[in-house]
């Protein structure tokens, strides 16, 4: 089965979240299918916390890949902001 998860970089203490496609078998930093985007939670005032490919996220459902709950808040949280 296919997924959308995050997948979790940066140093200790100030993470960094890329949003990924990758397999359900596969370790959570692991190899992964492609990139979607990412997420920075600690994102100062000016800085970009957010960013999701809606046209790459779109075929990877269409497909039947399965987000996480955690990108489904995200995905939504990106939605509102852009409209």
Do not use: C, H
């Not at 100030?14 to 930093?29: C, H, L, M, S, Y």
């Not at 916390?49 to 990106?78: F, M, N």
Request: glycine fraction near 10%; proline fraction near 4%; avoid cysteine.
């Amino acid at each position: 089965m296919v997924v959308i998860r995050l997948s979790r970089g940066g140093s200790k203490g100030r993470p960094f979240f890329n949003i990924v496609v990758a397999d359900k078998r596969v370790r959570r930093d692991g190899r992964f299918i492609e990139r979607l985007g990412f997420y920075n939670p600690n994102a100062k005032e000016g800085e970009e916390g957010l960013r999701i490919a809606q046209d790459r996220l779109t075929y990877w459902q269409g497909v039947g890949a399965q987000a996480s709950p955690t990108v489904e808040r995200l995905v939504k949280q990106s939605a509102a902001k852009a409209a």
